[in-house]
């Protein structure tokens, strides 16, 4: 085991790591897509105020064509519901998600509205193709959290893909950390890793918020402008002679289409926002973890 896994596995073994202080750029270079973090009181960074139960009865009354984009699901029992992409149909979600993609660095930030009524509820355990960060906004939480080496590559691959009929159920280790939530607590869950949160306590119900920056595979940013820019050169759009292609000239032309795709794409990141380095996927070796499916 070198140094770099045996920090790891001595980081793992003890409770999920809790700060009281956001520290973006300390997250990118330690935390990003490794491991699980909480920040104890933070959650006005991410929104305030918070949402009180108050404001999630107006989101309850809605009728279906003002939720927009957003999608509203009622467990049968109806001690659950979930809102995803909430923040087409609550505007201060909307500003938190805008403020919250310009901070991080981000081309978009999501917000998902998870409201549970019934101690031990909650919507399963699962895990993501996004990063997230859960704000409790109201009740208390209890999350049971895993890495992302939790979820077996094929799967990553598939969610990634977003393979038809998939779904994205997730595989906890026996020994999983587990935390509380109280309000203005956050709590991140990297990329991929299984997590399952259910309400604590009955008296009060819960309230909470998860802020997401959904993951972008290369395939699906790039494939399609560069079919369309390959769609240009004459050696890809032309017959392809009777004794077959010239594979130096379609390789050439390749080449130059992915320059092309790729300078496009430097030069409308490069606007206004400043780059985000540290926001890069961490290559460094993942913590060890228990094979999962
Ligand atoms: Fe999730």
């Not at 998860?210 to 972008?216: D, H, W, Y």
């Amino acid at each position: 085991m070198s140094d770099n896994t045996r920090a790891f596995a001595a980081t793992w073994s003890a409770p999920v790591p809790e700060s009281e202080r956001l520290d973006i750029a300390a997250f990118y270079e330690h935390v990003w897509r490794r491991r699980p973090m909480v920040w104890r009181g933070c959650g006005a960074d991410f929104l305030s105020p918070p949402l009180d139960w108050e404001r999630v009865a107006e989101v309850e009354r809605l009728p279906v064509r003002e939720l927009g984009a957003a999608e509203a699901r009622l467990s049968p029992d109806r001690t659950v519901l979930f809102v995803n992409q909430a923040q087409h149909a609550v505007p201060e979600l909307d500003a938190a998600c805008l403020a919250l993609a310009e901070e991080f660095g981000w081309e978009e930030c999501t917000a998902d509205l998870s409201v549970t009524r019934e101690q031990g509820a909650g919507i399963g355990c699962h895990f993501d193709h996004s990063d997230n960060f859960v704000v409790q906004q109201q009740g208390s939480k209890s999350w049971r959290v895993g890495l992302p080496s939790d979820t077996a590559p094929r799967r990553q691959r598939a969610r990634m893909l977003e393979a038809k009929g998939f779904v994205p159920s997730g595989t906890l280790p026996p020994e999983v950390p587990q935390v509380r939530l109280e309000p203005g607590d956050v709590l991140y869950l990297p990329l991929f890793a299984p997590h399952e949160g259910v309400e604590s306590a009955s008296e009060e119900g819960s309230i909470s918020v998860s802020f997401s920056c959904n993951a972008r595979s290369a395939l699906g940013s790039w494939m399609g402008p560069l079919m369309r820019r390959l769609s240009l050169e004459p050696e890809w759009w032309g017959p392809v002679p009777l004794d077959g292609p010239d594979p130096g000239r379609l390789s050439a032309a390749l080449h130059r289409a992915f320059e092309d795709v790729l300078g496009q794409a430097g030069s409308r990141d490069g606007g206004d926002r400043a780059p985000v380095p540290t926001a890069r996927p961490d290559t460094s070796p993942p913590p060890p973890a228990p094979t999962a499916d």
